[in-house]
C-alpha cells in the first residue's frame, strides 16, 4: 500500500553532506535493504537518487539520497546544484559527516533552516571513531537534533529513525483518516456499537463519535447499531455496506453475520492505523504464539479511566489469552504516562487504541519497543488474533495483511 502512497504526499527525507561520509550507506542501513550505490570511492551518487519506502513507524516517506556537495569540477558544479534543488523539495534534512563540522556544513545548514527545514546532524562512521564531545554540545545548544550512528554496525539507527519521527512536521504524522478512505462517498458503513456496562452512560466513547465524524467528512453514510439488530441491519440494506466496523469484544460475533464479501474491521484496528503503526502492530500480535505461562505482558493504556468489573485491559484479554497459551501469564497494567522506562522484562506489550493522544506520542511508545526489541500490538489486533479471524480484520488494510501473510513464510 505504501507504494500506492503518491509522492507528493510522503514525508520527503533529504541526505547531505560532504563526499564520502556514508550517506549512501546511511541510507541503506536505515531501510536495510541495498537502494543507492555504495562504494568506497568518492562521489559514487551523481544525480539524487529518489527512493520511497515505508520507513516504520513513521509510514511513507522519500528519502532523497544527494551527491557530494563538494563535488569539485565542472561536473561538480552540475551536481551541486542538483542536490541544491533537492533541498528546495526537503522536509527534514540530515547532514551526514564523519566528525567535520566546519564552514561547509554551517552553509548546509543555513540552506536548510532558512527554508524552515527542520535538520538532524548524523554523526556517521562511529565504529571508526567517536564524534567530537565538543562539536555534539555545539549543535544540542543550537537545538540542531545529533545522532551518533554507524552504517557499519548498525549502532545509533533506531535514535536516527526517533530523531526523524521527532522532525518530521506534524502534518507528515497525523493519519489522514480513520474509515472515510475505506468507504466512498454515498456509500455505508455499519458501525457496531455494544452497549454493555462497559459504555459510558448517556454517549458513545470518542472512537466511535471520531469514526462517525471521520465518515460524514468523507461523504460516506453510517448505520450505528447494536450487535442484536445487526442482522436485520444488513438484510434490509439495498445493498452490502462498504465496510462493518465492530468492537473488538463483538468481533467473532460480528464476523459470524457479516457476509464474507463484506469487509470487516475493529475500531482499534482503525485506531492502530490512525493512532499508531499497524503494519507493526500486526506483527506484534502473532508474539501471541511466543508466549509460555510465566511471560510477562505488559497492558498500556494511554488515558486514566476508571476499571470496570469486566474491564476488556484488565479481565477480558488477560483471560483470553490464559486461555491461549495454556496456562497463566502475567499481567502488569499501567495508564497514562506511566510507561515503564525498562521494558525488557516484558515479552508483549499490549496498547489501548490510543484515541486520547497524539499520533507523535504513539509513536514514539512505538519507537521505544522496537528498541528494547519487545512486540507491541494493541487490543483489536490481540483479540482478533486470539479469536482467529486476524485475515478478516485486516481484509481492508493489504499492506498489514501482507506483512502478516510474509511474517508466516519466513
Ligand atoms: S485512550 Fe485508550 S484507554 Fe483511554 S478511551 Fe482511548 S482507547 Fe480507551
Known amino acids: 500500500m505504501a507504494e500506492l ?90 547532514i551526514v559527516t564523519d566528525g567535520q563540522w566546519d564552514s561547509f556544513e554551517e552553509h548546509l545548514c543555513a540552506e536548510l533552516t532558512e527554508r524552515g527545514v527542520p535538520v538532524i546532524a548524523a554523526l556517521n562512521k562511529a565504529d571508526l571513531h567517536q564524534p567530537p564531545a565538543e562539536l555534539i554540545d555545539r549543535l544540542h545548544a543550537r537545538k540542531i537534533g545529533v545522532v551518533v550512528v554507524s552504517s557499519t554496525t548498525g549502532q545509533g539507527l533506531d535514535d536516527f529513525r526517533a530523531a526523524l519521527l521527532a522532525a518530521a512536521p506534524a502534518e507528515f504524522i497525523d ?30 466513547i470518542l472512537p466511535q463519535v471520531q469514526t462517525i465524524r471521520d465518515l460524514l467528512d468523507s461523504d460516506a453514510m453510517c448505520l450505528v447499531v447494536k450487535e442484536r ?3 436485520a441491519a444488513v438484510e434490509n440494506l439495498k445493498h452490502p455496506p462498504a465496510l462493518v466496523v465492530t468492537d473488538s469484544q463483538a468481533f467473532k460475533e460480528v464476523a459470524a453475520v457479516v457476509p464474507p464479501n463484506v469487509p470487516m474491521t475493529g475500531f482499534s484496528v482503525l485506531y492502530s492505523r490512525f493512532k499508531g503503526d499497524l503494519i507493526t502492530q500486526t506483527l506484534g500480535a502473532t508474539a501471541v504464539d ?29 483471560k483470553w489469552l490464559n486461555c491461549y497459551v495454556g496456562g497463566k501469564l502475567n499481567f502488569t497494567t499501567v495508564q497514562g504516562q506511566d510507561f515503564p522506562d525498562d521494558i525488557s522484562p516484558y515479552k508483549l506489550v499490549i496498547h489501548c487504541g490510543a484515541c ?55
Not at 493519519?175 to 454517549?203: N, Y
Open 5 to 94: 502512497t503518491p509522492k507528493g504526499m510522503r514525508l520527503h527525507i533529504g541526505l547531505f553532506g560532504r563526499r564520502n561520509v556514508g550517506k549512501s550507506s546511511l541510507l541503506n542501513a536505515v531501510v536495510r535493504q541495498q537502494v543507492s550505490i555504495v562504494s568506497e570511492f568518492a562521489g559514487t551518487t551523481t544525480d539524487p537518487v529518489d527512493k520511497p519506502m515505508e520507513l516504520l513507524p513513521i509510514g511513507p516517506v522519500l528519502f532523497i539520497d544527494t551527491a557530494g556537495i563538494d563535488d569539485e569540477g565542472a561536473l561538480g558544479q552540475l551536481r551541486i546544484d542538483k542536490t541544491r534543488k533537492a533541498i528546495d523539495r526537503t522536509d527534514v534534512g540530515v
Open 175 to 204: 493519519s489522514p483518516a480513520i474509515a472515510g478512505d475505506l468507504v466512498g462517498p454515498g456509500q455505508m458503513a455499519i458501525l457496531v456499537v455494544p452497549i454493555d456496562k462497559e459504555a459510558p452512560k448517556g454517549r458513545l
Open 229 to 231: 439488530e445487526l442482522r
Open 290 to 318: 511466543t508466549l509460555r505461562p510465566g511471560d510477562n505482558v505488559l497492558v498500556a493504556e494511554s488515558c486514566t479511566h476508571h476499571p470496570i468489573e469486566d474491564d476488556i485491559g484488565r479481565v477480558k484479554i488477560p
Open 356 to 410: 486520547m493522544w497524539n499520533r507523535r506520542l504513539m509513536l514514539n511508545r512505538i519507537l521505544k519497543c522496537r528498541r528494547a526489541n519487545v512486540p507491541i500490538t494493541n487490543y483489536g489486533l490481540v483479540i482478533a488474533y486470539s479469536l482467529g479471524i486476524f485475515e478478516r480484520a485486516l481484509g481492508p488494510f493489504p499492506a498489514a495483511l501482507q506483512a502478516f501473510k510474509n511474517a508466516g513464510r519466513k
